[in-house]
């Protein structure tokens, strides 16, 4: 069976670019879950989509991030205009459930802004 | 609020035993525990709930203190695979979302 599948797996864009990751969950799954890891502050939650819905979104930085949740089997995330600091590993993770479950985690999309 | 892990990172033979120790100064509803491998994605190991129930399925137990909110992961007879970086995730409550820690490095050798 398929894991959560992230796409691009590395990006290298240039500041002020838009950067787009995407995301497909585990089928059945009805919880997502986007997050950010950096050496200096680990591993953070942006935000969490349940049944295709954004139930937790305090984690997203600031208006530069938007996600999106069409249906249940696809899900972006988008930074408009990305700056250096944005720097890291995003992971996209999905349980079948709620945040109390399990969750699968994709493999990563390493993004450097220079 | 982010919760404490301790140690940082632990050296480990073959077979030897460790502790890896997670704190919060909040009252929880679960601890999560998922393990990282040098360039993969976290993996999950173990969920511990209020009350006492254990949801896991490898080879390591935990416990999980509520009155102390704090929750340890008992590594023994460590293999080599076991190495990694083993993070905690707190629940505070109920269907809220889970706050990792830092994160312990372990580092099995031979």
């Known amino acids: 069976d398929a894991g959560v599948i992230q796409s691009p797996r590395h990006e290298v864009t240039e500041m002020g670019q838009e950067v787009t990751l995407r995301c497909k969950p585990i089928?059945?799954?009805?919880?997502l879950f986007w997050y950010r890891q950096t050496m200096m502050r680990g591993l953070e939650l942006l935000i969490y989509?349940?049944?295709?819905?954004?139930?937790?979104d305090s984690g997203m930085p600031e208006d530069r991030f938007s996600a999106k949740m069409p249906n249940a089997s696809f899900s972006t995330l988008k930074i408009q205009p990305s700056e250096p600091r944005d720097s890291a590993v995003y992971f996209c993770?999905?349980?079948?459930?709620?945040?109390?479950?399990?969750?699968?985690f994709g493999p990563g999309t390493r993004l450097t802004v220079l | 609020q982010q919760p404490v892990q301790s140690p940082q990172a632990v050296i480990l033979r073959e077979g030897e035993d460790a502790v890896i120790n997670c704190s919060s100064s909040?009252?929880?509803?679960?601890v999560h525990w998922y393990r990282q491998k040098h360039g993969e994605a976290p993996v999950f190991l173990m969920i511990?709930?209020?009350?006492?129930e254990q949801k896991g399925h490898e080879k390591i137990s935990a416990s999980f203190n509520e009155k102390k909110q704090q929750s340890s992961l008992y590594l023994t007879a460590s293999q080599l695979s076991y190495s990694g970086t083993y993070f905690c995730?707190?629940?505070?409550?109920?269907?809220?979302?889970?706050?990792f820690g830092k994160g312990t490095m372990l580092l099995v050798s031979p």
């Open positions: 993770a999905s349980s079948f459930g709620g945040t109390w479950a399990e969750q699968f």
């Open positions: 089928s059945g799954h009805n919880s």
């Open positions: 989509f349940n049944n295709n819905v954004p139930i937790d």
């Open positions: 909040k009252a929880l509803y679960s």
């Open positions: 511990l709930l209020k009350g006492g």
């Open positions: 995730g707190t629940e505070k409550s109920l269907g809220s979302t889970l706050t």
